[in-house]
Antibody
Framework: QLQLQESGPGLVKPSETLSLTCTVSGGSISSNSYYWGWIRQPPGKGLEWIGS???????YYNPSLKSRVTISVDTSKNQFSLKLSSVTAADTAVYYC???????????WGQGTLVTVSS | QTVVTQEPSLTVSPGGTVTLTCASSTGAVTSGYYPNWFQQKPGQAPRALIYSTSNKHSWTPDRFSGSLLGGKAALTLSGVQPEDEAEYYC?????????FGGGTKLTVL
């Protein structure tokens, strides 16, 4: 059974960089040619796709976040990561990682981690 | 900016049938948008239900089905159960980017 687990600081100061890691277990991040993605959900609001990365490193980002987002993959650690720079209170959300994206099914999700942007 | 629109809320009686839809501001939704559908209950991560318009995951109950209907992606629940009360989201692919709908809150009453 594939499992994904987000990790990282729960509190980030305004103007700083949010950094999260998703650890994949129960399967290899580089097998079967999957995309891996990040999605977020502000408190009480809907889902927003942030971006996706292919196991080879190709990335696709939400145009509205593209200037601030970097997604990377570390196949040796079976992890992929999210960096979001110059954060504001509007970036406060539960951040999810998931397998899939682009034209491929989005199937397995992590449990999500709440990141609060506050001084 | 691309907008994906869902009904904000729907109510259905137990045992009934309900159809949720997902429309694109760019025009008719086709299979090339690879519609995905997700269910989310309060305090939980979303759970995948449907991919590529009508394909079910191994864990998707038979009462859930996906289709294209009148230029929109659609999710139909037949024989609704009380545990189907949840928020439902669609996700459409736009050739390099993806956009979620705003969600439909389904009440079973």
């Amino acid at each position: 059974q594939l499992q994904l687990q987000e990790s990282g600081p729960g509190l980030v100061k305004p103007s700083e960089t949010l950094s999260l890691t998703c650890t994949v277990s129960g399967g290899s991040i580089s097998s079967n040619s999957y995309y891996w993605g990040w999605i977020r959900q502000p408190p009480g609001k809907g889902l927003e796709w942030i971006g996706s990365i292919y196991y080879s490193g190709s990335t696709y980002y939400n145009p509205s976040l593209k200037s601030r987002v970097t997604i990377s993959v570390d196949t040796s650690k079976n992890q992929f990561s999210l960096k979001l720079s110059s954060v504001t209170a509007a970036d406060t959300a539960v951040y999810y990682c998931a397998r899939g994206g682009q034209w491929e099914p989005v199937d397995y999700w992590g449990q999500g981690t709440l990141v609060t942007v506050s001084s | 900016q691309t907008v994906v629109t869902q009904e904000p809320s729907l109510t259905v009686s137990p045992g009934g049938t309900v159809t949720l839809t997902c429309a694109s501001s760019t025009g008719a939704v086709t299979s090339g948008y690879y519609p995905n559908w997700f269910q989310q209950k309060p305090g939980q991560a979303p759970r995948a239900l449907i991919y590529s318009t009508s394909n079910k995951h191994s864990w998707t109950p038979d009462r859930f089905s996906g289709s294209l209907l009148g230029g929109k992606a659609a999710l139909t629940l037949s024989g609704v159960q009380p545990e189907d009360e949840a928020e439902y989201y669609c996700l459409l692919y736009y050739g390099g980017t993806q956009v979620f709908g705003g969600g439909t809150k389904l009440t079973v009453l």
